[in-house]
């Protein structure tokens, strides 16, 4: 009986081996998509991210408008100060490390052991994939997302272009992304002619740009625009 067959065949019970094969093609495909997309944002620029989307509705809920203000500009047209202003606040071994700095992720584990203040220990590489192809959240799942979105981009991006993408998705200010948009609202210039004071503080800002200001900076981002100006001549002598 053909359909008695058909029917006994549909209530075949759920196998750990199909369970297996099920697994290895949804890993397949998850593998093959992203592997995809990362290459992808090689070439072209990311239009927006999840981080900009949630802001904006952030904003609405607050009865303020829509905003998200960008200008994308690539590697050679950002301010060599802002690039190197950027690796001596939040990630000194950037051109060194392929995407995880141990040491950096040891002392922020030490410091938050005392209770003092949190600090995560993310490189530029973590915060760009975190940016671009992950939803903003603190979990434990997000972070293995977050991992090899990071090992990803090391791998088919390169230093040049995590920097270029990183400096022009980040959020500087409220509805205020990428190193163009801030720079054109804070100072009234095109990001390349940044001087070395004025790309330290933007990155000064960076934990909380929405709280901070780089043209109202107040004693504790001075502090750090000094860290950053001092440790910015001790890496100077990096390229990319």
């Known amino acids: 009986m053909p359909g008695r067959k058909l029917q006994n065949i549909s209530k075949a019970p759920f196998t ?3 369970f297996i094969q099920i697994t290895k093609r949804v890993l397949l495909w998850y ?3 992203t592997i995809i997309w990362v290459l992808a944002y090689r070439f072209i620029n990311p239009p927006v991210t999840w981080l900009m989307i949630q802001r904006s509705f952030e904003r609405k809920t607050n009865e303020k408008d829509w905003k998200i203000e960008k200008k994308w ?3 050679d047209e950002l301010s060599s100060n802002l690039k190197y202003a950027a690796m001596a606040g939040e990630d000194s071994h950037f051109l060194q490390h392929w995407g995880f700095d141990a040491e950096s992720i040891q002392k922020a584990y030490e410091e938050n052991q005392t209770g003092k203040r949190k600090s995560g220990g993310s490189t530029i590489s973590q915060q760009t994939a975190k940016n671009v192809f992950l939803w903003p959240g603190r979990s434990w799942i997000r972070k293995g997302f977050e991992a090899y979105f990071t090992a990803l981009i090391e791998l088919l991006w390169g230093k040049k272009r995590i920097m270029e993408v990183y400096l022009n998705v980040i ?3 409220d509805g ?3 190193a163009e948009a801030a720079t054109q609202f804070y100072y009234k210039k095109p990001a390349v002619r940044l001087s070395k004071g004025q ?4 990155i000064a800002v960076l934990p ?7 043209t109202r900076p107040t004693p504790y ?8 100006l001092r440790n910015m001549r001790r890496i100077r002598n990096l390229r990319f």
């Open 199 to 202: 790309a330290a503080l933007l």
């Open 73 to 75: 500009r690539g590697f």
């Open 208 to 214: 909380n740009p929405r709280r901070w200001t780089p």
């Open 176 to 178: 205020i992304y990428g």
């Open 221 to 228: 981002i001075l502090k750090k625009q000094y860290f950053i």
């Open 171 to 173: 959020e500087m200010g």
């Open 31 to 33: 593998f093959a998509v």
């Open 16 to 18: 750990f081996k199909r």
